[in-house]
C-alpha cells in the first residue's frame, strides 16, 4: 500500500489535468449536442406546416384568434346562453318540407347529382353515383350533456331512409359538428369517415369506423370522388384541456363533371382564393351564415351572412346553398335572421337567390 500511495502522488500532478481535460470535452460535448438538439428542433420547425404547432394545430395566417375576445365579451355570452335555453324569444325557424324520397332515389338511379339539407351542416349528396353526408347531426341537442342548445327543426330525412352512405366527412370536432351518436348509427363497416387529422381517436374510441385522417390539401378517392381535405379558420374543442389538439376543415369533393365545396365551420379568411385557384372550378358551396353574434367573439370563427357572400364569391362558385342556421340556438341572433340577411347580401352582389340558395329542412335540389 504505501508504494501505491507513492505512485498516486506521483501520479497526481499527471492525472488532474487529464481529468480536467475530460471534463472540457464532456461539457463541450453537452454543448454541442445541445446546440445540435435545438438546430434540429429549428429545423422541424422550419419543416413542419404552418399550421402544425408543438401540440396541436393553429391558424396560420396572423388574424385574430377565437380565444382574444374579452371576459367582458364572453362571460355576459355565456350568460345568456345558459338564460335561453331555459326559454324565450329565439325567432323563426326554418321551415320544414317532407323529403322527396323518389326524387332523391331517381337521381341516384340516374348517377346525377342532387343535395338535400338534414338540418344544421348536415346535406346528404348524390354525385356521379356516390353517396355522402357532412357532419352528420341527428340529436336533439348540440351537447356532450342532455341539456344544451337543442333542436328547433326536426331532421329533414330519417337515417334509416338514407340508404348506402359510401362516406362522411367531418369538418372539426365540436358537439354540433361530430355527434357521436349519429356516427356510431352509420358506423357500418362500409361507410368510410373522412377527418382532420388527430380526430380519429374520438371516432375509434366509439368503434366508429373506418376512419381516414387527412392533413389540408392531402387528397382521397372514392368511387367517381375525389375528396380534397382543405384549410379553414376555426378551432377546435371537446374537452377542459384538448383545446386546438385536433385539426379543422373544410372539404371540396370532385367528380369529372362537377365539383362541391364543404366550408365546416369557418371565418373569413385568404383561404377561399387559395382553394379556387387550386381546386376550382366551385359547383357548389355549402357555406355556414350563423352563429355570429356577438361579433368581438364570434369573428374569427363565424361569416356573418354577408361575409358567406364575399366567400362564395372569393372561391368562384357558381352557386351556394346556406347551412349552420336555423337549427340550434347557439348564439345571439334570431335564429330567423341570417338567411332573410344572406339573401339581401346576395341581390345586392347581383347574385340572387336562383344562384345562393336558402333551403327548407328536407328540400331536395338538382344540380
Excluded at 164 to 170: K, L, N, Q, S
Excluded at 212 to 222: A, M, P, Q
Excluded at 298 to 309: F, Q
Excluded at 330 to 356: N, Q, V, Y
Aim: charged share 20%; net charge negative; aromatic share 8%.
Amino acid at each position: 500500500m504505501p508504494v501505491l500511495a507513492q505512485l498516486l502522488r506521483t501520479a497526481a500532478p499527471c492525472v488532474a489535468p487529464a481529468v480536467w481535460l475530460c471534463g472540457i470535452f464532456v461539457a463541450s460535448g453537452a454543448i454541442v449536442n445541445a446546440q445540435a438538439a435545438l438546430a434540429a428542433t429549428a429545423v422541424t420547425a422550419a419543416l413542419r406546416p404552418a399550421h402544425h404547432t408543438d401540440g396541436g394545430f393553429r391558424n396560420p395566417w396572423g388574424l385574430p384568434r377565437h380565444d382574444d375576445a374579452p371576459l367582458g365579451v364572453t362571460l355576459p355570452f355565456f350568460v345568456r346562453r345558459v338564460a335561453s335555453s331555459l326559454g324565450g324569444n329565439h325567432g323563426r325557424p326554418p321551415r320544414r318540407v317532407e323529403p322527396d324520397l323518389a326524387l332523391i332515389q331517381e337521381v341516384n338511379a340516374a348517377r346525377g347529382n342532387s343535395v338535400t339539407w338534414v338540418g344544421h351542416s348536415t346535406f346528404l349528396f348524390q354525385m356521379a353515383g356516390v353517396r355522402f353526408l357532412t357532419d352528420p347531426t341527428w340529436s336533439n341537442t348540440a351537447s356532450p350533456v342532455s341539456f344544451g342548445p337543442r333542436r328547433y327543426v326536426d331532421p329533414g330525412l330519417e337515417i334509416d331512409d338514407l340508404g348506402r352512405i359510401d362516406f362522411v366527412v367531418i369538418s372539426h370536432n365540436h358537439y354540433d359538428h361530430l355527434d357521436v351518436d349519429t356516427l356510431k348509427r352509420l358506423s357500418n363497416g362500409h361507410t368510410r369517415f373522412l377527418v382532420p387529422l388527430a380526430n380519429r381517436e374520438t371516432l375509434e374510441r366509439h368503434r366508429i369506423g373506418p376512419v381516414v385522417e387527412l392533413d389540408w390539401w392531402d387528397s382521397i378517392t372514392i368511387g367517381e370522388a375525389r375528396i380534397h381535405c382543405v384549410p379553414a379558420r376555426h378551432w377546435s374543442r371537446r374537452a377542459v384541456t384538448d383545446m386546438d389538439r385536433a385539426l379543422w376543415s373544410g372539404w371540396v369533393v370532385r367528380t369529372q363533371t362537377q365539383a362541391v365545396y364543404f366550408a365546416g365551420d369557418t371565418g373569413m379568411f385568404p383561404g377561399f382564393e387559395e382553394i379556387a385557384r387550386r381546386l376550382g372550378p366551385i359547383d357548389l358551396a355549402a357555406i355556414p351564415i350563423g352563429a355570429y353574434e356577438p361579433r368581438a367573439m364570434m369573428e374569427p370563427s363565424h361569416l356573418t351572412p354577408e361575409e358567406a357572400i364575399d366567400a362564395v364569391i372569393a372561391l368562384q362558385a357558381l352557386n351556394s346553398v346556406a347551412m349552420h342556421f336555423g337549427t340550434f340556438d347557439l348564439t345571439d341572433e334570431l335564429i330567423h335572421e341570417p338567411p332573410d340577411r344572406f339573401t339581401a347580401a346576395s341581390t345586392a352582389a347581383g347574385r340572387g337567390p336562383d344562384r345562393d340558395w336558402v333551403f327548407a329542412v328536407g328540400e331536395t335540389r338538382v344540380f
